[in-house]
């Protein structure tokens, strides 16, 4: 594909993060908005967001070259009549996502992909019925876009697969972690995970078990500092020596009792160990326990001095 021109429309935080993405990749962006005061406003952030990323070397051009990529406009036809991709960043309504979703079937070019950027309405939710929705996604983005680097693309089952195909490859481009999620669960993946922790986090404060302020520092200076290197399932292939079936075999039952007390009823049934298993073990063997153990101390000894030097000092 030869360079992708972006459209964005909604110009408030998410659609500041998405532009400063497209824009720093080396891509024109359009950017609409209904209000006039949001779009002097997204100008401001922009700049004062560029200035930042500059002063922390995360930024290789100046400032003013990534801002001469953006052009701003309160006319929809004149953001997205030569858009490639568009990303959608109004509000979390499904009537507002549904009208804009109409209408950007009709402005935009017919092979132009349409993601929302979406929390937890999914393209079903607001898309179901228009023609051509072929091309219509959710890509959900953590936030800032332009410093937590995965998104969530979300298809529909009327979502083509040449469509997820395309909008998986102009987010490479732009330097996005693509991260498919099937079925359109509730909350997608990411809040979903938050959204168990937290929920955690509210029973134990309840019954006393732990204030809020130690509760979040066992997240930030633990669980999470390590989840920066490896994910849930590595931590477990690397806490126990034998993959994640030993680890199964260690902990499978404790874990389990701590559900049954939430009332949740979820065993991590044999078929379903062998699934994580396959894919895990295979990035993790056990034979490279001892190396792999070793770089994740590596990586956790650098970020320990990120942490004392920079994010501390
Ligand atoms: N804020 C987050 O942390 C976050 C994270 C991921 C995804 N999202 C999702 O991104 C979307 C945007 O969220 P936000 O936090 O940027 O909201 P926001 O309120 O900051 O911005 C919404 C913008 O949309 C504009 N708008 C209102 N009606 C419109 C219309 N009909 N057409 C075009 N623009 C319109 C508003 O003027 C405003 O500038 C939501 O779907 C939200 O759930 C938000």
């Known amino acids: 594909m030869s360079d992708p021109k972006f459209s964005i429309i909604g110009s408030g935080s998410i659609g500041i993060g998405w532009a400063i993405v497209f824009a720093r990749a080396g891509y024109n962006v359009k950017v609409f908005d209904i209000e006039a005061s949001a779009l002097t406003n997204f100008?401001?952030?922009?700049?004062?967001?560029?200035?930042?990323?500059?002063?922390?070397?995360?930024?290789?051009?100046?400032?003013?070259?990534?801002?001469?990529?953006?052009?701003t406009t309160l006319d929809l036809a004149e953001a997205v009549s030569d858009a490639d991709y568009i990303q959608e960043c109004g509000p979390e309504s499904v009537e507002?996502?549904?009208?804009l979703f109409a209408k950007l079937l009709k402005l935009a070019k017919p092979d132009a992909i349409i993601a929302s950027s979406s929390s937890a309405l999914r393209a079903s939710e607001f898309a179901a019925d228009l023609a051509g929705n072929d091309r219509c996604l959710v890509v959900h983005p953590g936030n800032p876009p332009y410093l937590i680097s995965i998104a969530e693309v979300v298809p529909a089952k009327f979502t083509t697969d040449s469509a997820i195909a395309t909008c998986i490859e102009i987010l490479k481009k732009v330097a996005i972690i693509p991260i498919r999620v099937n079925n359109e669960p509730q909350g997608f993946?990411?809040?979903?995970?938050q959204g168990a922790i937290l929920r955690e986090a509210y029973c134990l404060v309840r019954d006393g078990v732990i204030s809020p302020t130690d509760l979040d520092l066992i997240v930030t200076e633990g669980l999470g500092k390590r989840w920066s290197i490896v994910g849930?399932?590595?931590t477990s292939a690397l806490n126990v020596r034998g993959g994640i079936k030993a680890h199964v075999a260690r902990m499978g039952k404790s874990y389990f009792e701590m559900g049954r007390e939430r009332g949740q009823n979820d065993p991590w049934d044999q078929s379903l160990v062998e699934v994580v298993a396959a894919d895990?073990?295979?990035?993790?063997?056990?034979?490279?326990?001892?190396?792999?153990?070793?770089?994740?101390?590596?990586?956790l000894m650098k970020l320990n001095k990120l942490f004392e030097k920079v994010i501390r000092p």
Do not use: C, H, S, Y
Request: proline share 5%.
């Open 189 to 193: 993946v990411f809040n979903r995970l």
């Open 280 to 299: 895990i073990d295979q990035k993790l063997p056990d034979a490279n326990w001892e190396e792999n153990t070793k770089k994740r101390d590596l990586a």
């Open 96 to 99: 507002i996502k549904r009208d």
């Open 232 to 234: 849930p399932f590595a």
């Open 43 to 71: 100008e401001t952030q922009v700049k004062t967001r560029l200035e930042l990323l500059k002063e922390n070397e995360l930024l290789t051009e100046n400032p003013q070259a990534v801002l001469g990529r953006m052009q």
